[in-house]
């Protein structure tokens, strides 16, 4: 083999893969990022998730893909390590569909009327179809198509170039000695796990067999350990993407490898034993490209029927190897949806995102609860709790923030846009609620230290306050939570009716302090609750009014304010009047 040839060899396995890569990529954006929620949403039983694997896997056309969205998944609790495992025997089978496609560009050279299934012609035709539609389309889903017929193209071009270099192979000495070494089946299953790991892809791999199978050099003998080895090599970008994983990402990666590694082993003692003791004969059968992909197909279904009904000896031994430590216990699990993984697919990130947000606006409301009980009956371990709520609210707003500023680099849909400008509004509200819960927190302390207690009408005033604090809190998270937008619109009257309280409760403190009822040192933590409980009803409008005028998109709040009260729209009054009843002094 010349260096020329080298030359052109390597080239086109560099085409093979770009082609390959574009492809998938357009494949899963003709897709519209359905791919991914389909996966996580629709694995709920054993046979679901083989197919949706194996579905999921033909669409783009990598199982290392496939399985690195559910380690993902795993990580962050949306997937039991159970379904998991059903979704990666169907990424197996799904990965060998590859084979196949590649099989299409050896069809012509029989000549005649196959020919027009040659390479050049279905490449030439795919290249123009594909330019075409790249050039003119004017929807993004047919550009991607585009890619798609592009993509096949390039790889179809990447294949005739690796059979053209490696055709004079079959008259080398040296090349037919090599493949006597690789029909070792330890040398050749070790020779297709490390070619596989370097290249990162099981399809890559098959291939690249299947061109060098095409000048009619490959038997059976040497192709079948390289197929057990590719196998295992397919394992290593998984494995890759658990680093930095919690213990179920980690154990989801390894089922990966262990099913592959059984499988590897299983099928090799199968075939080896039954050719030493009966003599199969199937060793010198000369192998083609449709060979390659059906034995590689057989493989890999084999390996589902044979290895699925032991799942959970699968599951039992990554949780023995890999075990879970005290403190990846304490981590508050809600931060591990904030997968990198999910940035490429922005459905599922926006989905995280939303989940993770709800949480953070759960802990700032638990927060608030509990400061407001601390000033009725305070205690240590309800203070310290406060503070631990306050200080995981925080970490959830740089968290969440970080993430979303991360994925508004990628391409959005219009509404992908506005949830994301809905969430980064509200967090930082969010933020200062639980602020105020801690404010809260800390004037309940001052005032058991101080042993300061209220007088009964103040006791009484603050006791409404803190209902009426929160309702308002109430309503604008559940608004939130479920986009309720008609609840939304309730959270408005309420707000104008807590700073009413506010007003009326200071100047029915200054009328107690004249008629020496209460004292100054009352005064003190009395108007700070005031000021945290109304400070805590302007972030839960911020809330209401961001969810209403993003969906309007025109966020100014000042004149949405001055509409709503001066136009009475949205049953304002109605509201209104229920709530000046319901909170009274």
Not at 86 to 97: E, F, K, P, R
Request: charged fraction near 20%.
């Amino acid at each position: 083999m010349s260096i020329s040839n080298l030359i052109t060899l390597l080239g086109g396995i560099a085409l093979f893969l770009f082609g390959m890569g574009l492809m998938g990529d357009g494949l899963k954006k003709v897709a519209g990022s359905q791919m991914e929620l389909i996966l996580f949403r629709l694995s709920g039983t054993p046979l679901k998730g083989l197919l949706l694997g194996a579905g999921v896997t033909a669409v783009i056309q990598s199982s290392s893909a496939t399985s690195v969205m559910v380690v993902g998944f795993v990580n962050s609790g949306m997937m039991k390590l159970s379904q998991a495992l059903c979704v990666i025997h169907g990424a197996l089978i799904g990965t060998s569909i590859t084979g196949w496609v590649i099989s299409l560009s050896y069809l012509g050279e029989s000549g005649g009327l196959a020919s027009l299934l040659s390479t050049s012609s279905i490449a030439a035709v795919f290249a123009v179809i594909g330019i075409l539609m790249r050039m003119t389309a004017k929807k993004m889903s047919q550009k991607h198509a585009g890619d798609v017929l592009l993509g096949f193209t390039v790889l179809m071009y990447g294949l005739q170039s690796m059979s053209g270099a490696v055709a004079p192979l079959k008259e080398s000495p040296a090349f037919l000695s090599l493949l006597t070494t690789f029909s070792h089946p330890l040398v050749g299953i070790l020779v297709g796990a490390v070619f596989t790991a370097i290249l990162q892809s099981a399809s890559a791999a098959i291939g690249i067999l299947q061109a060098l199978s095409a000048t009619g050099a490959i038997d059976f003998a040497v192709a079948y350990p390289i197929i057990l080895g590719i196998a295992i090599g397919a394992s290593v970008p998984v494995l890759l993407s658990a680093i930095g994983a919690r213990v179920d990402g980690r154990r989801a990666a390894f089922l990966y490898l262990f099913v592959e590694l059984a499988a590897a082993l299983i099928f090799a003692l199968l075939y080896y034993a039954l050719e030493a003791s009966v003599g199969l004969g199937w060793g010198s059968r000369v192998m083609d490209p449709f060979s390659v992909a059906a034995v590689n197909t057989i493989f890999r279904v084999l390996t589902a029927v044979l290895l699925m009904p032991f799942n959970r000896r699968f599951i039992g031994l990554s949780e023995k190897i890999i075990r879970i430590s005290e403190a990846e216990r304490s981590e508050n699990a809600a931060f591990d949806r904030l997968d990198e993984r999910f940035l490429t697919h922005p459905r599922l990130a926006l989905e995280q995102s939303r989940l993770t947000v709800n949480d953070m606006a759960n802990t700032a409301i638990q927060a608030l609860r509990q400061a407001t009980g601390l000033v009725w009956s305070y205690s240590a371990e309800g203070y310290a709790s406060v503070e631990r709520m306050e200080n995981l609210v925080d970490s959830f707003e740089d968290k969440i923030g970080t993430y979303l500023v991360r994925l508004n680099t990628r391409e959005l849909s219009a509404l992908q846009n506005e949830d994301i400008s809905k969430f980064l509004h509200t967090i930082s509200d969010f933020e200062r609620i639980s602020d105020h819960a801690m404010n809260i927190a800390e004037v309940a302390q001052k005032m058991n230290d101080g042993k300061i207690r209220f007088s009964d009408d103040a006791e009484r005033e603050m006791r409404v306050l803190s209902a009426a604090v929160e309702e308002i809190l109430s309503l604008s998270i559940g608004a939130f939570e479920k986009n309720d937008i008609d609840q939304a619109y309730a959270v408005e009257p309420l707000e104008e009716r807590v700073d009413e309280l506010c007003d009326e409760m200071k100047l029915h403190h200054v009328n107690r302090l004249k008629e020496g009822i209460c004292t100054l040192n009352q005064g003190f933590p009395f108007n700070d609750l005031i000021t945290n409980f109304e400070r805590v009803a302007d972030h839960c409008s911020n809330i209401a009014i961001a969810m209403i005028e993003l969906q309007q998109d025109d966020f100014d709040t000042h004149e949405y304010v001055i509409n709503l009260r001066e136009l009475h729209a949205h049953r304002f009054d109605e509201y209104y009047v229920t709530y000046a009843e319901k909170y009274k002094i």
